[in-house]
Each structure stands twice: as structure tokens, then as C-alpha cells.
């Protein structure tokens, strides 16, 4: 299996910066997709931004220009660079790899990491 290994959330002040770090550790011939998700208390599950293996980026439009992704397929990382946050980016973020092993297709989520902004 794939796991995933999350860094980075904590409290931030608005306007302020955090960076999370996911690393998928495992035998993987490939990723196709990496990225972030996000669910705010009391809200739906978002999409927050995503790279994949070619460089290609999504982004939710509450978080364009603030937020950067990118990755090191090298190591199998996936950052996400957080500037100017605002106390609606409050969430907990989760960590989502898909590409595959040897063996078959995966897609593996971290356990999720808070991320809390204060006025």
C-alpha cells in the first residue's frame, strides 16, 4: 500500500503563511495526481489545489493567488504554500496521491492536518 505522511498545519495569523508537506512513501512506478483537500466545520469536503505528474494546476477560486502547489516527484512530495491566509482557509486539509504500483491503480488519502486562522 501507499501511505501518505502529512507536516506543516498549525495556527496562523491572517494574513499570514503556512506550508504543508505530504510525502507518499511505498513502491510507485507513478503519480498521476497530487494535491489537497480541505473541510471547514460544518462544510463539504473541497477541492483546495492539485498538481499532476505533468505540472498541470487546479485551484478553488477562494484560494487563487494566495495559495501555490508543486511538487518533487523525485521524492514523491507534494507542498502547498499558503500566503495571505484568511480565517475562512480554517480547515482541516487532507493530503490525496493517486497513480499506481506495480500491481494496480491507488489512491490514498492522509489522515488530515489542521489548519486553524485567527483574526
Known amino acids: 500500500q501507499v501511505r501518505l505522511g502529512e507536516s506543516g498545519g498549525g495556527v496562523a495569523q491572517a494574513g499570514g503563511s503556512l506550508r504543508l508537506s505530504c510525502a507518499a512513501s511505498?513502491?510507485?512506478?507513478?503519480?498521476?495526481?497530487m494535491g489537497w483537500y480541505r473541510q471547514a466545520p460544518g462544510k463539504q469536503r473541497e477541492l483546495a489545489a492539485v498538481?499532476?505528474?505533468?505540472?498541470?494546476?487546479n485551484y478553488a477560486d477562494s484560494v487563487k493567488g494566495r495559495f501555490t502547489v508543486s511538487r518533487d516527484n523525485a521524492k514523491n512530495t507534494v507542498t502547498l504554500q499558503m500566503n495571505s491566509l484568511k480565517p475562512e482557509d480554517t480547515a482541516v486539509y487532507y493530503c490525496?496521491?493517486?497513480?499506481?504500483?506495480?500491481?494496480?491503480?491507488?489512491?490514498?488519502w492522509g489522515q488530515g492536518t489542521q489548519v486553524t486562522v485567527s483574526s
Open positions: 490525496n496521491v493517486r497513480g499506481r504500483t506495480i500491481a494496480r491503480e491507488f489512491d490514498s
Open positions: 511505498g513502491i510507485i512506478f507513478g503519480i498521476n495526481v
Open positions: 498538481i499532476t505528474s505533468g505540472g498541470s494546476t
